[in-house]
């Protein structure tokens, strides 16, 4: 089940910058690593953001992860076409000792 | 080129049980998971084993239930998943370093559960 809440959706024109926030507690966000996923229709994941800074070797650093406190931010710049998608953040959670997921965020490219 | 594999899955009545297994290149070297999505809905962690197998966590709702292990002279990672429930149908991926740098995902198997 989720425990992280995400906005449903953003948009935003090419070119423009969507930020995606994720709110969690203390016993997830505030404390570990964040992670952020894109998921096209009918794919699998993807990751983009790992340790919540990180962008794995291949994705471009129009990506950006950022955290503070108990939230955490996703950041797109440069907004293209392909970016469309569901976004996902997921951090490991001590008190369920499990990974809790964001409920997604829909970004559309107006 | 990484690859990632599950099968296994299929339509099985409520109360029983199925086994999901996933080959995936190098697995012997990274922790696994398995992640479920109901089709249309959102990712829902479910569970994951170390290098060696010896640490394992499960989410709340499968403890008890579904049991992970692996075999890495194998390359393959399984899922066994007992009391099977309607709330259970749902697309399970395999996941070789969730969450690391070295992370990739299988295309999923659809587990659907009749009541």
């Known amino acids: 089940q989720s425990v992280l809440t995400q906005p449903p959706s953003a948009s935003g024109a090419p070119g423009q910058t969507v930020t995606i926030s994720c709110s969690g507690t203390?016993?997830?966000?505030?404390?570990?690593?964040v992670c952020w996923y894109r998921q096209l229709p009918g794919t699998a994941p993807q990751l983009l953001i790992f340790?919540?800074?990180k962008r794995p070797s291949g994705v471009p650093d129009r990506f950006s992860g950022s955290k503070s406190g108990t939230s955490a931010s996703l950041a797109i710049s440069g907004l293209r076409s392909e970016d469309e998608g569901d976004y996902y953040c997921?951090?490991?959670?001590?008190?369920?000792?499990?990974?809790?997921f964001g409920t997604g965020t829909r970004v559309t490219v107006l | 080129e990484v690859q990632v594999v599950e099968s296994g899955g299929g339509l099985v009545q409520s109360g029983g049980s199925l086994r999901l297994s996933c080959t995936a290149s190098g697995l012997s070297n990274y922790w696994m998971h398995w992640v479920r999505q109901v089709p249309g809905k959102g990712l829902v962690w479910v569970s994951r084993i170390n290098r060696d197998g010896r640490t394992i966590n499960y989410a709340d709702s499968v403890k008890g239930r579904f049991t992970i292990s692996r075999d890495n002279t194998k390359n393959t990672l399984y899922l066994e998943m007992n009391s099977l429930r309607a709330e259970d149908t749902a697309i399970y991926y395999c996941a070789r370093d969730f969450n690391g740098n070295d992370d990739y995902w299988g295309q999923g198997t659809l587990v659907t559960v009749s009541s």
């Open positions: 340790q919540t800074y």
């Open positions: 997921v951090a490991w959670d001590d008190r369920l000792s499990g990974y809790v």
């Open positions: 203390s016993s997830n966000v505030g404390r570990d690593y």
